[in-house]
Each structure stands twice: as structure tokens, then as C-alpha cells.
């Protein structure tokens, strides 16, 4: 056989390798990930026994701690809808209201149920302007919030 075709026929098996490759671990990694839903979101599509990623600010004056388990409500980013979550494990040092979280949780008859250890927060310092012309407003409702209990 002639060795430019045998060349040309290793860089196509090659070439064609590579592209499948490449395809799989795009797949893998855009299909293996799951969306954080805002407060509103997640009362709109949560259905009993789902698990999901809830995202938003911690409402001020909505956490209590009764032994182990810490309950907190979430506020949707425009402070009209805020889910309660029952939260069991470790939780962050800088979590306090107003600050930005993010839990897996559980829908357990429209019961919120935080999935132990998932809670994770934001530290707000590393996300205000430099000059602090912005004020600090997280975790203050612009009107009444709506708790669905």
C-alpha cells in the first residue's frame, strides 16, 4: 500500500477519535449538571420527592435553630417569595441573613427539606464595589414577602 494513503488513512481514524471524544465529554458534562431555581421558580416546578438546587438570599429574620436541625426562608432575588427550608449539618460560618445561599433540597409535600451538608454561603465582602458606593440591601424586602408554608 502506498504510505501517503497509509497516512492519510490514520490521520482520518485519528481525527474522527478525537471528534468523538470530544462530542462524549461535551455531552457528559452539559448533561450531568442540574439548574439552581430562585424561590419562584422552585414553588412553579417542584413536585413531591423531587431534589433540587436552591439559590437566593437568606431572609432577615427567618432563621431559628431547635436543636440540630436550622430553619431559614430563602428569598427570590426580587424579595417577594420566600421558600422556609428545614436544614440538618454543618452550617457555613459567614451564614447569616442577607447573605446569598445556596442548598439541595427535597420537596417533601411542599415541605422544603435541606439535604444534610449542602448548604453553602457566599461571603458578601468579596462581591461589593471596591469604593463601597454600593450599599449592602441583601436580605431586605423591597415589599411584604409571601412564605408558603
Known amino acids: 500500500m502506498d504510505p501517503n494513503r497509509k497516512r492519510a488513512i490514520r490521520l482520518t481514524v485519528a481525527l474522527t477519535a ?10 457528559v458534562s452539559f448533561s450531568a449538571g442540574r439548574d439552581e431555581l ?16 436552591l439559590a437566593g438570599t437568606v431572609e432577615n429574620g427567618s432563621i431559628r435553630r431547635q436543636g440540630e ?9 426580587k424579595r417577594r417569595i420566600a421558600v422556609p427550608v428545614s436544614y440538618t ?13 445556596m442548598v439541595d433540597v427535597t420537596d417533601q409535600g411542599g415541605r422544603f ?3 444534610q451538608n449542602s448548604l453553602t454561603t457566599k461571603c458578601p465582602s468579596k462581591y461589593q464595589a471596591a469604593s463601597g458606593a454600593l450599599k449592602q440591601t441583601a436580605g431586605e424586602p423591597l415589599g ?3 412564605v408558603k408554608s
Open 69 to 77: 436541625r436550622t430553619y431559614f426562608s430563602v428569598l427570590d432575588p
Open 113 to 115: 427539606i435541606g439535604q
Open 18 to 27: 478525537a471528534l468523538l471524544l470530544a462530542s462524549a465529554l461535551i455531552y
Open 144 to 146: 411584604p414577602a409571601t
Open 89 to 101: 449539618g454543618v452550617v457555613p460560618d459567614p451564614f447569616a441573613q442577607g447573605r446569598a445561599v
Open 38 to 53: 430562585t424561590a419562584s421558580q422552585l414553588l412553579n416546578k417542584a413536585k413531591p420527592g423531587g431534589q433540587y438546587i
